[in-house]
């Protein structure tokens, strides 16, 4: 714990100078990263073979070995990607508005950096110069508690990427790892809210949720996605069904891809057939109310927890409702606040379910596959906001940023 | 806990409704708010004598009896209060910025209400028809949890201003107090994330230090202010007086109210004497530093401890420092993120501290008391925010709301 202490002052003292960097030595630092990660494959690689060794010797499911496994590829892909961070717009110090007061002062609204920022994640050792080139453009310093899985990788990485701070005489301690991955540690890190700003849980469901009743720190939840399409009784049907083949089938292992359907009854006789038809190419299971069974050849009869649940794999939760209103209560009951689409060619009700589905982001006539950092036009992401606070939906550089004001007078005081 | 369950659950079934209320209707509970708190003055002071009464027999300090008493001016106050939120714009439903991508989706980013915004605070009946009315006319609904020792007047307030939802056909759930006002009740209120979006605590630091402490909903600081002036050698010394003595003594129990002064050691001779005179007619006890002690006639030693002080009263610490990245330095180690202020002539020394003082609002020759949601012009203000997450700074109606993303397509999918 004594180290965690250390590791939460060092990184508030060095926010303090990352805060004030020119965005042109960050600049240097990222590409200089960028390079001295290739420079460095040989370490890396072998460091991410001692991972992978061990994830067999414990049985690792093939799933989680892919997502740990790195090559000469994959690290040009993060090298690419620190690069990429380097040409993206400094938002740091840049007055957002400014107005003047009838008594003369002259206030201004400056973007600064959040201070500290921590991330807990799991297996993928990418995360670790993704989240890193995210939160030191924006000016922040960041502490990183990744899974143990990879703790070979993630030491090896983060100290190359140390290097190029020192070698741009940025301050090292910009990033630090947390190589204790106990969980204990990963506990007192929740608790450390006098140095760090912002926690960011990176990972399933259940790290989440435990972040989030754990930490005295700020969170934002991120990436849990039950997203639904409706397709109302005034849908362009041909369009619904390319639609909802895409947001179920294009990768279905995302937060932003479609877990449920919702039909209006009055098109479900139409639609349902020639969705099932559609779905057939991807042997999509369908997991049906009664309702819309009577319309599909083959389906399992959904339950209750179906309604709830982000499979993350080739099913689809089927349900058939009598009206808008009845998919606006179902979504908003059921939905985790991440995506929602209608397809309807109709501008009322389009109009109405904007306004009324409480989610992060809520389209018209699109697949909900497009909240993504990139998609929107951010060129970053550190991850889809699914709360309400300070930041909602795909979080690019804006989202590691806070503000403060900045007055210039003359003398005034207050009367 | 039950019933502390059913509050959390009713709240966040009435914020779907008020987050759907037109800005007219909105308007008019707020007007008949105003109305029936007048009208209802007999039973309202009624109960407030009550809580007087109880706070006599428990010799509560008269400081506190004074916030706690209502006399017909201050209720007028109130109602007067819910009238200029009234007539504040609207924020909920506007479109903050949109944008159109390459393949045709339209963005836009709308501003939205934040769902459930709990908010615990002291003795000041006034503080409830304040909060209800910036949470409801941003579309949010409310949970209250007043002091024990106005129990009596926060529930007569609340039956009025819930009579107002019901006159008006908006949810009366859109207003709920605790009635319990039990350690234990206060304590489980910290954990209904699963309903409250937002928790602001409203008092002192102890209270404030407990809810971070104790939350998982998401808690926003407010109120703790240990703010500096800081005379810079280029300072014009007249103007400097002038301003150390309105931040310091223009009101003292603020929180954006002068703690502590700096003095550059080339300006200390010339102006410490000047200075003292000046706060000579409001008798402030200066705790000064032996190098500052030096040009005072009379002053106390100040200790470590007075530089981390909020006084709140007329006492004010002096420093000396011999450069500008010392008082920068010792500003950033000791302040509470609150108003900081530089009374300097040079651009350069100027713009140093606006970029490297870290506070919610940092100013160049003017006094830290006008840190003030009325004073910046945002028309209201539910706190003064000391953190960096979601707002900063006075929080105006823009600080009770979230955003989400609103996107039209054509039946755009994910290639």
Redesign the interface.
Known sequence: METLERIGKNAKAAS?ET??LSTAVKNAVLEKAAELLMDNKEEILAANALDLAEGERKGMFSGLMDRLRLNEERLMGMAEGMRQVARLEDPI?SIERS?T?PNG?L?GK?I?P??VIGVIYEARPNVTSDVFSLCFKTGNACILKGGSDAINSNKAIVRVLRQALVEEKAPENALQLIEDTSRETTKAFMHL?EYV??LIPRGGAGLIRTV??ES?I??IHTGIGNCHVYVDEFA?LA?AA??V???KT?RVSVCNAEESLLVHEKVAPAFLPLLEETLKEKHVELRADEASAKYLKESVPATEEDWGKEYGDYILSVKTVSSLDEAIAHI?HYNTGHSESIITENLPN?QKF???I??????????T???DGF???FGAEIGIST????A??PMGLAALT?????????????Q
């Open positions: 303090f805060g004030k110090g107005w007061r002062l206030i400056m600064v959040l201070g809210d700003s912002l989030v009743k005295s700020p969170v362009d369009m390319k639609i083949f895409n947001a294009q908003n389009a904007l306004r009324e409480d989610a992060a982001a809520v389209y018209v006539n699109a697949s596959r497009f909240t998609e929107f036009g709360q309400k606070m300070h909602r939906g806070s503000y403060k004001y900045i007055i210039y007078g003359n003398g005034q005081i207050r």
